[in-house]
């Protein structure tokens, strides 16, 4: 849920290319968590999944960024699965450009250089959950090259929708997850293991596609052997 302010336009020429562009306070979904609501006396408005689709519809710059927006992930963890995509986390390798002067080795392994694609993709702690994760879903293994590689896997996966969007949840969450290993590990000196970030994964996904999504519910036994299993 993204909180922004009145973005409406007071008035645009007609010949403007914006105009098609719908009103954010006239933005309505078929659930009550898809419409925009403005508190009284203010003009801040909620912007929920349908929002997200429409401001993403109305972008003519082109972004080279495979993320979906769906109902099962938090908009906190697709929000950083699309900024790491970016390359624009927060990085040793992005702050050291911005010019904090930090050491830039990967916290993980001190083999590679503490950037997105190595901690998320390249890392052998970030590769080993990456393992688990893919045969929990019975997912034979391959190697990606970058974030947006792993994403862009996810997104064009399988002939079954419903499949489809619980692997991409699935793919959103590790990155999530290996993001937390990680700063865990830089500021709170917490370190923890490559499986039991896995079953950190298998839990809240369980959760998320069992109390977010539309899918029926899941049994607990069948989605420890493999997601997809009651599908």
């Excluded at 908009?75 to 995509?85: D, L, M, P, Q």
């Excluded at 896997?153 to 079954?160: K, L, S, V």
Aim: net charge positive; hydrophobic share 40%.
């Amino acid at each position: 849920m993204i909180v922004m302010s009145d973005l409406r336009r007071s008035r645009r020429p007609e010949d403007s290319p914006e105009a098609d562009v719908p009103s954010f306070g006239a933005i309505r979904g078929t659930r009550t968590h898809d419409h925009v609501r403005s508190r009284s006396g203010t003009n801040f408005y909620i912007i929920s999944l349908t929002g997200l689709r429409i401001i993403d519809s109305k972008i003519t710059c082109a972004v080279d960024n495979p993320i979906i927006w769906t109902n099962e992930v938090p908009r906190k963890v697709t929000g950083f699965a699309w900024r790491a995509c970016m390359d624009r986390i927060f990085s040793a390798v992005a702050l050291s450009l911005r010019g904090v002067s930090i050491p830039t080795s990967c916290n993980f392994c001190s083999n590679g250089l503490d950037s997105t694609d190595h901690i998320l993709i390249g890392c052998s702690f970030a590769t080993e959950v990456l393992q688990w994760t893919l045969k929990w879903c019975n997912i034979p293994w391959q190697t990606f090259d970058s974030v947006k590689d792993l994403v862009g896997f996810a997104a064009n996966w399988g002939r079954c929708p419903k499949k489809r969007r619980i692997l991409i949840a699935i793919v959103y969450d590790y990155l999530w997850f290996v993001w937390k290993a990680r700063s865990d590990m830089v500021f709170n000196k917490r370190h923890t293991t490559p499986t039991n970030t896995a079953d950190h994964i298998i839990i809240e996904v369980y959760n998320w596609v069992n109390f977010r999504g539309n899918f029926g519910r899941f049994i607990w036994s069948d989605s420890l052997c493999c997601p997809f299993k009651t599908m």
